[in-house]
């Protein structure tokens, strides 16, 4: 059955392939992989609601658009320092506007010795093989076609790696912005974060963007966390209001390795973000936490897919959401535990808050469990804000949505209370703060 | 300052005010007394506008304006406070930051200028010390983790902080050990003034030897059964409060 063919996204994504000159073309391996990704996604189509993972996100809205290929003016335009959040962005940053990569926005002449920080592109430029076991992988189980659309049609993406021992003082900054162009634009980019033995280091992704800019930005990572290595990752979601947002990333862990992530959902018109980590090593870790404040018709999503598989592993999520007006807000927690994987611990934390009776929030999570002497918690809650405790806001004199403010920041802050430097979390509170002074004008 | 007449009020369909009439004047502190279930609660919920409660006949003013047209955040505003019976627990608000929000909210309501943190801490600390209160209290999330006596005294700290203009005490005296009785008494003791009233309402006479009301109202049956001066209150702890009802035929006004 091929009915993919008539769905205008499709068509603009085929024609996208055709028109561009991707990085690498040439390369044998490389052209193939994309070929083959691209008649893959064709024959797929868009993620349908059956599939578990997209049940409650449809994108059949967007299997009706058409989006330009790329936007010719990307390098040129001028970037409103107003996106930029300068006080959190101390420290060396790769910026990419509307899907380009910006080296004059960039700062990245003073990286630590140890740190390698380069686009994609020129990466493969300078040396394809170290990077066929990424480009050049087959498709497999794990794809849908917004990542096989990736596989097809990546035209750039950041390679960060850091060397054995080296331990990083302060975070980079990976900042992706959106701003209106002469079209609707899809950009699909491809990154690589690898930490050596032993190596530490200190992420921020930023995603910014215009109101009135409605790409789609169509983002896959692999991240590799070799023995010992730790990785301090946080994510601030801010894309603009117009803006579709998905993300796939992929961790693997190995011996002793950890990854601490925080996240802040609050941008784009359908955010969709994709996290599967695998404990593949004995002793690795995965601490999360993370919140999402939604409101007018936002859609948020995060599928978080935890793997058990080294011996003694840690997994321990706990997320916040908030929705308001008619948003929508979805947030699923797998923890799959294999065989073999015994004494491995695993939670699974989710609580959220309905500030509209238009709004909506589904969690779900799940365990399965296939070995022995395991730990396994989950709990998932939707409520409402507490009457009784807001009444007793009023009656000392708040007025009722600056006592809805308090509440729903007293709610989701928690999340974020061991984000570090202190800087940073006060940073990401004050985007929280005016974000619901938004969302109850 | 506060007249009440004829308030019929409900919730969940049951009438439970059934014609409370009351005045209470500024400089006055009025006890009211009652047996469980008697409305109390019921009262000091609807003066400060806490939803749920419909009032379906009668008038309340409040310095001459109609006080339940009022949202609860605007009756505080105009010098409305209720120490709460159950003060609720709030996590993640610190007791700074929530002090600060009420007090500058009020202000900006009543269009006076709002205090910057420094002024406010400076503010803040002196009370603590003036109370007793220990100053950790101050770091902490509202009511978090308190004991039931910490939450009472923590209302009387934010009345002596937000210097309302009538309090209603919603039983603030019971589960408190004698010391803490103390405490209170002389927290609202040091505010009482010819501008400022009080409503006690409490259930046993003991708090009454420490704030000595100048009336005291019995309360029963959603109606101001009985009314009188503090040795009323004496009265009532010698022969309970059947002693009113026997006093006072079923259907009569008060
Ligand atoms: N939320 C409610 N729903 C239904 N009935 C209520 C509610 N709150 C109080 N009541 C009833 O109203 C009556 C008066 O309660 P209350 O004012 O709390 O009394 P008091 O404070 O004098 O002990 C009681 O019979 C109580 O059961
Ligand atoms: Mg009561």
């Known amino acids: ?441 | 300052m506060l007249k009440i007449e004829n308030l019929h009020a409900r919730i969940a369909g049951t009438e439970i005010l059934k014609g409370l009439s009351l005045e209470v004047n500024a400089g006055e502190v009025h006890a009211l007394m009652g047996p469980n279930g008697a409305g109390k609660s019921t009262l000091g919920n609807v003066l400060s506008g806490r939803p749920g409660y419909e009032v379906t006949e009668g008038t309340v003013t409040f310095d001459g304006a109609n006080l339940l047209g009022m949202e609860p955040e605007e009756r505080a505003a105009a010098g409305m406070f209720l120490a709460f019976q159950y003060p609720v627990e709030i996590p993640g608000v610190n007791n700074t930051y929530f002090l600060r929000a009420a007090l500058n909210a009020q202000r900006k309501a009543r269009g006076e200028d709002e205090l910057d943190s420094m002024q406010f801490l400076k503010l803040v600390r002196g009370k603590v010390k003036e109370m007793g209160m220990p100053a950790e209290l101050l770091n902490r999330a509202v009511n978090e983790g308190f004991s039931g006596g910490e939450k009472k005294r923590n209302e009387v700290f934010q009345m002596a902080l937000l210097q309302p203009r009538l309090a209603i005490l919603d039983e603030t005296d019971s589960g408190l050990d004698i010391d803490a009785l103390k405490q209170v008494a002389d927290g609202v003791n040091a505010l009482r003034s010819p501008e400022r009233a009080f409503l006690v309402i409490t259930h046993y006479q003991r708090l009454l030897d420490y704030i000595v009301p100048d009336f005291v109202h019995v309360l029963d049956g959603g109606r101001i059964v009985e009314s009188g001066e503090a040795r009323l209150a004496l009265e009532l702890e010698a022969h309970g409060y059947a002693w009113v009802r026997d006093r006072t035929p079923a259907g009569a006004g008060a």
């Open chain 1, 1 to 441: 059955m091929n009915t993919a063919a008539v769905v205008p996204f499709v068509e603009s994504m085929r024609s996208a392939a055709a028109a561009l000159r991707l990085p690498g073309s040439g390369l044998a391996w490389l052209d193939a992989t994309r070929r083959e990704a691209m008649q893959a996604f064709v024959a797929h189509g868009l993620p349908a609601t059956r599939n578990e993972l997209w049940k409650y996100t449809t994108v059949r809205g967007l299997a009706q658009r058409q989006y330009a290929p790329r936007d010719d003016k990307a390098a040129n335009r001028p970037v409103d320092e107003a996106l930029f959040p300068p006080e959190a962005m101390d420290g060396p940053r790769a910026v990419f506007v509307n899907g380009v990569f910006r080296s004059d926005l960039s700062r990245l002449d003073r990286l630590p010795d140890g740190v390698g920080l380069q686009s994609l592109s020129s990466a493969l430029d300078a040396e394809p093989e170290p990077l066929r076991f990424l480009l050049g992988a087959p498709k497999d189980a794990g794809d849908d076609g917004f990542t096989l659309l990736n596989r097809a049609l990546w035209a750039d993406g950041v390679v960060l790696r850091v060397a054995a021992g080296v331990h990083v003082r302060g975070p980079l900054h990976v900042v992706h912005v959106g701003v209106a162009a002469d079209a609707a634009t899809a950009w699909h980019l491809r990154s690589l974060i690898e930490l050596g033995d032993d190596a530490r280091l200190a992420i921020v992704e930023h995603h910014v963007g215009e109101a009135a800019a409605g790409h789609l930005a169509n983002l896959v990572c692999n991240i590799k966390l070799h023995e010992q290595a730790h990785l301090d990752w946080v994510g601030i979601q801010r894309a603009g209001a117009d803006a579709t947002l998905l993300r796939c990333t992929d961790i693997q862990l190995h011996d002793d390795a950890t990854l601490d992530f925080h996240a802040l959902e609050l941008g784009g018109k359908l955010a969709r973000h994709e996290i599967r980590v695998d404990l593949a090593g004995a002793r690795s870790r995965f601490e999360s936490r993370g919140a999402f404040v939604l409101h007018q018709r936002q859609h948020a999503d995060t599928e978080l897919l935890v793997t058990h598989r080294g011996r003694d592993t840690f997994s321990h999520a706990s997320w916040r959401g908030v929705a308001d007006d008619r948003a929508r807000g979805v947030v699923h927690g797998r923890i799959l535990v294999l065989p073999g994987a015994d004494g491995a611990d695993g939670g699974f934390y989710n609580k959220n808050l309905l500030l509209s009776p238009s709004a909506e929030i589904d969690t779900r999570p799940a365990l399965e469990i296939y070995a022995d002497e395991v730990r396994a918690n989950h709990g998932a809650t939707v409520g409402q804000l507490d009457e009784n405790v807001l009444f007793y806001l009023r009656s000392r004199g708040i007025p009722l949505e600056m006592a809805r403010r308090i509440l729903v920041r007293a709610f989701c802050a928690v999340t974020l209370e061991r984000i570090e430097p202190p800087s940073l979390r006060e940073h990401c509170l004050a985007l929280l703060v005016e974000q619901l002074r938004e969302a109850s004008t």
